[in-house]
């Protein structure tokens, strides 16, 4: 008896001690940090004597001193997402189901780049695209670019930077939920006289949309906080709100226009990564699991 | 459904858990709010010889040649920790102001920022006198022109590291007839036209270009002129502002001219001889990194001891000859006119007060107008 009852007294705290470390992870690094700067984001004051005072303007302040760079942010992320996406489909696609005994090699290339650090990748691009590289010359003889033209420093390449920079995490869940994919359905739909438009669009792309959904968010999440891109590929009339948080909280020292601007970010994300996943279904981000159940 | 309840428990149990700590945390007021307390009551870093134990050094990347520290450590018995971790006086002032606000210094002896940014952190209470008695080679070596700058008339809290100027750099191939801060403006030269994200730096070139003295000018001037470049980079005139970073674009011809600063320009023309340091017709800006001693800051007596090592001229040669920079030591010239003859005559090295006669130092800004300035400027970093 007594033992039956430490048993199931057991059974219950183990799941309280398995989430322990991550929730006190959480709450150190997340939650404290958090609210601190919830309280900072209402502060009023010249650096460093801040004083609480349930300043709410400073939303509306910075929301309309740095409406350009905000709006800029999300279509620069919107963009590398949606190029991001349509270069990374065929690939993993390709590795998944054509890659035989490369598929590891394959693979091993897409995450070599991790191999270097972030900044020196895109520092490389920078000589990459240069004004009087390889890329800039083979474009401007193609007229895709002016004669004079150039690619650093514009939008394109801050673009570029954040596609490039960003696209193994697009590839590798939707290369992992192709991978998982019963091969015996898209059989089966070919029995039953689909074609393989038909079997791709109905069996392979809905199954596959978790890896799908998941790699547009990893993308579209980080690459709108990003201000390394901007920094470095883009010029003085690129900068995404990510350089203007740095630049409010290194430069100019205004920690409350810093941490409402910060907020403000972090809610339109979770904004529109809400109706996103509602759009795309939350089946599709959590996979089999809710099928199952 | 008793699995989902036991874990809605759980994310109650967290939540009151995280309620519980910050609650602990914030029982007064947060790690910032502080208010300054002003030089009033600034302390002296009594220097008591000899100087021993371990000291650490923040200073600039690239900024001292690779056998100094070492030798210092073998003539003092000193062991000496020499970080690079000043990239920008503002982020490292961001970085450290919590610390100096309660009386620590990370466990540095000694940090290297730039004349303004050492008045910054005076007049916070920030920053130690230095001991006289401790740096005899200072007094006797410190060039005359760096003896009585206007925010340290005594050197009592600064002792300058190198100097250096401000000025156009240019490609003289892409850009042969750039000679004036003026001509950054001009259309031909649209899109290959660099300028500092230095506030202190860049606006008061241009004002000097357009007849202002920068230590005079208004706050309306200020703005004036960071209107003038707001309109030249939505023009496209301007590409970006960079730190040290045009070093690059300069390397790879996507600029032809710039501002930039008088010591990179001299490495640069190593590996390209098209690209020059020129003295720009209204003259350049001066300043200097000073070797400061930050509120408390461990072992400053071994501090002191160093700021004496490389006022040494034969221990500054080699730092001096290392960065291209204006020395601020007296007799390195003598000592080069043996070893490196070439360089004697570098005006950019050793420069005669004839070559920088139009020359200005930082404008010092405070308070409400660097703020209301420094805003306005960071706007058209990114506009």
Known sequence: MRNQRIVALR?????????????????????????????????????????????????????????????????????????????????????????????????????APFFTTYLIRTLAWETILSDNGFVVHTMQSLGLISGDGRVLATSGAVIAGLTYNFLPFMILPIYASLERLDRSLIEAAKDLYSSSRQAFLRVTLPLSMPGLVAGTLLTFIPATGDYINAQFLGGAQQSMIGNVIQSLYLKQTDYPAAAALSFTLMAAMLAIVFIYIRFAGSEALMGEEVEST | ??????????????????????????????????????????????????????????????????????????????????????????????????????????????????????????????????????IPNVTANLRDNLKHPSFDPNRDFSVPWQSGMTGLIVNSKLAPNVHSINDLFDPQYKGKVEMLTELRDTVPLVMKADGIDPNTATQQDWLDTIDKLKQAVASGQIRRFTGND????????????????????????????????????????????????????????????????????????????YNSYVTPVDGVREIFQKTNPDLVNDPLIFPTADYTKNCSTQPNLSGQEEQTVTRAFEGVLNS
């Open chain 2, 246 to 321: 045009y070093t690059r674009d300069m390397a790879n011809g996507d600029v032809s001219a710039i501002i930039g600063w008088s010591g990179d320009a001299v490495q640069l023309q190593a590996d390209n001889p098209d690209i020059q340091f020129r003295m720009p017709t209204q003259g350049c800006i001066l300043w200097s990194d000073n070797m400061v001693l930050p509120v408390g800051a461990p072992n400053t007596t071994a501090a002191e001891a160093f700021m004496n090592y490389v006022y040494d001229p034969h221990n500054q040669a080699p730092i001096a000859s």
């Open chain 2, 1 to 134: 459904m008793t699995s989902k309840r036991r874990f809605r428990g759980l994310i109650v149990a967290g939540g009151t858990l995280a309620a519980a700590i910050v609650l602990a945390a914030c029982g007064g007021s947060g790690g910032i709010e502080n208010s300054s307390s002003g030089p009033a009551n600034v302390q002296t870093a009594k220097y008591t010889p000899p100087p021993s134990g371990d000291l650490t050094i923040s200073n600039w990347p690239l900024y001292i040649d690779k056998n100094t520290v070492s030798n210092f450590d073998k003539a003092t018995g000193v062991n000496t920790t020499y970080i690079e971790d000043v990239n920008d006086n503002q982020e490292f002032f961001a970085k450290m102001q919590p610390l100096l606000a309660k009386g620590q210094s990370g466990g540095r002896s000694m940090f290297v920022v730039t004349d303004w940014m050492a008045k910054k952190m005076y007049d916070f209470g920030y920053l130690q006198k230095i001991d006289k008695a401790g």
């Open chain 1, 11 to 111: 059974r219950r705290l183990i799941p309280y001690f398995l989430l322990g470390p991550g929730i006190l992870w959480l709450i150190l690094f997340f939650v404290v940090p958090m609210y601190y700067m919830g309280r900072l984001s209402l502060d009023t004051g010249v650096f460093p004597s801040f004083q609480f005072n349930w300043q709410f303007s400073n939303y509306s302040d910075v929301l309309s001193a740095y409406d350009t760079q905000f709006i800029r942010a999300f279509e620069y992320s919107a963009a590398a997402t949606v190029i991001g996406l349509l270069i990374a489909y065929p690939l993993a696609y390709a590795i998944a189901f054509r890659g035989g005994r490369w598929k590891n090699a394959m693979l091993l290339a897409v995450i």
